[in-house]
């Protein structure tokens, strides 16, 4: 197989458009499930006092989510095929709040870690299943239109995220935080339960077997082509981000409110690319956006590594959002079509690879502030993203001329 097919029997029956408030909870979901990604950032400092461990052990809650997200994409895509789309994320809603909940309530670092893992597990089943359930039921022409309204609640969710986790963490306490988290899990699964549609001809449809799916979508260059660049650059991205408030408290003597509003700064900057993102893709196209995205990154990283002053780092959060969804928004779009009839699994495979990068990206940046000062993590960081912003374009090059 040298190309994914380009249509598929959902897009050409036209479906019609999902309903907004469907679409509106689907966003409070993802909302959660991004936060809860970056509720922690804030809290390293915090949770290695709490629990009597070192910042680098703290990080663990962080890098067991991300694996545990990642990996669980691998159960939830073909379950979401088979299953149905909607009703899966529902589910994964409730178990969220039961993870989030056990969290607030761990009394160490390892029952911390349990509830981790289980937030992270079941928030594997949101966000991809999500798009793929608006891939299903919006048609082709409004779905980037769709998916921006959804996403917009993603972006969001990883500034409140810090934002969340630094401003409890300075007043009533971070425990607080994850109750904060559970409660909009339990919100949006009741919603979801209320406006439960009736289910679409691709979610009847029943892949045979449990891994053929996932052997289906990896049969296709393309996809392997798009899942490998996500995983570079989840690994490069947010392995640096993770670290960006605590880098912020230490060199600047910032409190936890404060250093986790500067790293939600990339949310801000995201929005931004949300807001002239047309623009954007019709002056530049696909190829232009993804090698400008490396060097906004580029950029970013230089000013936290060499930046004199706090509000640099503040700059360099916001060209980071930028940045990352000049690449990410065609990576995703890319996604969606790499096997449309296999559109649930294809879509977490692509999650998948996203997390399991965030997660080796951690690890290694974990321990290499251990090593080294964390600008040299920043500076060599800055040196590589551009080169993953040239590799993707010429791949996107290579695959016109081929389609040409």
Same mark, same amino acid.
């Given at each position: 197989?040298?190309?994914?097919?380009?249509?598929?029997p959902?897009?050409?029956?036209? @479906?019609?458009?999902?309903?907004?408030?469907?679409?509106?909870?689907?966003?409070?979901?993802?909302?959660?499930?991004?936060?809860?990604?970056r509720?922690?950032?804030?809290?390293?400092?915090q949770?290695?006092?709490?629990?009597?461990?070192?910042?680098?052990?703290?990080?663990?809650v962080?890098?067991i989510?991300?694996?545990?997200?990642?990996v669980?994409?691998?159960?939830?895509?073909?379950l979401?095929?088979r299953?149905?789309?909607?009703?899966?994320?529902?589910?994964?809603?409730?178990?969220?709040?039961?993870?989030?909940?056990?969290?607030?309530?761990a009394?160490s670092?390892?029952?911390?870690?349990?509830?981790?893992?289980?937030?992270?597990a079941?928030?594997?089943?949101?966000?991809p299943?999500?798009?793929?359930w608006?891939?299903d039921?919006?048609?082709?022409?409004?779905?980037q239109?769709?998916?921006a309204?959804?996403?917009?609640?993603?972006?969001i969710?990883?500034?409140?995220g810090?934002?969340?986790? =630094?401003?409890?963490?300075?007043?009533?306490?971070w425990?607080?935080?994850f109750?904060?988290?559970?409660?909009?899990y339990?919100?949006?699964?009741m919603l979801?339960?209320?406006?439960? @549609?009736?289910?679409s001809?691709a979610e009847?449809?029943?892949?045979a077997g449990?891994?053929g799916?996932?052997?289906?979508?990896l049969?296709?260059?393309?996809a392997?082509?798009?899942?490998?660049?996500?995983?570079?650059?989840?690994?490069?991205?947010f392995?640096?981000l993770?670290?960006?408030?605590?880098?912020?408290?230490?060199?600047?003597?910032?409190?936890p409110?404060?250093?986790?509003?500067?790293?939600?700064l990339f949310?801000?900057?995201?929005?931004?690319y949300?807001?002239?993102s047309?623009?954007?893709?019709?002056?530049?196209?696909?190829i232009?956006l993804?090698?400008s995205?490396?060097?906004?990154?580029?950029?970013?990283? =230089?000013?936290?590594?060499?930046? @004199?002053t706090?509000t640099?780092?503040?700059?360099?959060s916001l060209?980071?959002?930028?940045?990352?969804y000049?690449?990410h928004s065609?990576?995703?779009?890319n996604a969606?079509?790499?096997?449309?009839?296999?559109? =649930?699994?294809?879509?977490?495979?692509f999650?998948?690879?996203l997390?399991l990068?965030?997660?080796?990206?951690?690890?290694?940046?974990?321990?290499?502030?251990?090593?080294?000062?964390?600008?040299?993590?920043?500076?060599?960081?800055?040196?590589?993203?551009?080169?993953?912003?040239?590799?993707?374009?010429?791949?996107?090059?290579?695959?016109?001329?081929?389609?040409?």
């Amino acid at each position: 197989m040298s190309a994914a097919p380009s249509s598929s029997p959902v897009e050409s029956a036209n @479906p019609a458009p999902a309903p907004h408030r469907i679409i509106l909870v689907l966003a409070i979901a993802a909302f959660a499930s991004a936060c809860a990604f970056r509720i922690c950032d804030p809290l390293l400092t915090q949770l290695s006092l709490e629990y009597g461990t070192s910042t680098g052990e703290a990080a663990g809650v962080v890098t067991i989510f991300a694996v545990a997200y990642g990996v669980f994409q691998f159960l939830f895509g073909p379950l979401g095929d088979r299953y149905g789309k909607y009703r899966t994320v529902t589910a994964a809603a409730f178990l969220c709040a039961v993870g989030s909940l056990g969290a607030a309530l761990a009394p160490s670092l390892n029952g911390m870690l349990v509830a981790r893992f289980l937030s992270g597990a079941a928030g594997a089943g949101i966000i991809p299943l999500a798009m793929a359930w608006i891939g299903d039921n919006v048609d082709y022409a409004q779905r980037q239109a769709t998916l921006a309204r959804f996403i917009t609640g993603t972006i969001i969710g990883m500034a409140a995220g810090q934002l969340i986790g =630094g401003l409890f963490a300075d007043t009533i306490g971070w425990r607080a935080a994850f109750a904060t988290l559970a409660a909009i899990y339990l919100a949006a699964g009741m919603l979801l339960v209320r406006l439960t @549609p009736a289910r679409s001809d691709a979610e009847r449809a029943v892949p045979a077997g449990f891994l053929g799916p996932i052997r289906n979508v990896l049969g296709y260059p393309w996809a392997r082509t798009i899942l490998f660049t996500v995983f570079l650059e989840g690994a490069l991205v947010f392995g640096v981000l993770a670290f960006v408030p605590t880098y912020v408290q230490q060199r600047f003597q910032l409190g936890p409110t404060a250093s986790g509003a500067i790293g939600g700064l990339f949310a801000v900057g995201g929005i931004g690319y949300v807001i002239i993102s047309r623009r954007l893709i019709a002056r530049l196209g696909e190829i232009g956006l993804v090698a400008s995205g490396g060097l906004v990154l580029m950029a970013a990283c =230089g000013l936290y590594a060499l930046g @004199p002053t706090w509000t640099w780092c503040a700059v360099a959060s916001l060209l980071s959002g930028f940045g990352y969804y000049l690449i990410h928004s065609t990576l995703q779009t890319n996604a969606t079509q790499m096997a449309p009839a296999r559109r =649930g699994t294809a879509v977490a495979l692509f999650a998948c690879c996203l997390f399991l990068g965030q997660s080796a990206g951690v690890a290694v940046a974990a321990a290499l502030v251990q090593r080294v000062e964390p600008y040299w993590l920043f500076g060599g960081t800055a040196v590589i993203l551009p080169l993953l912003g040239a590799f993707f374009a010429a791949q996107l090059k290579r695959r016109a001329i081929g389609e040409q």
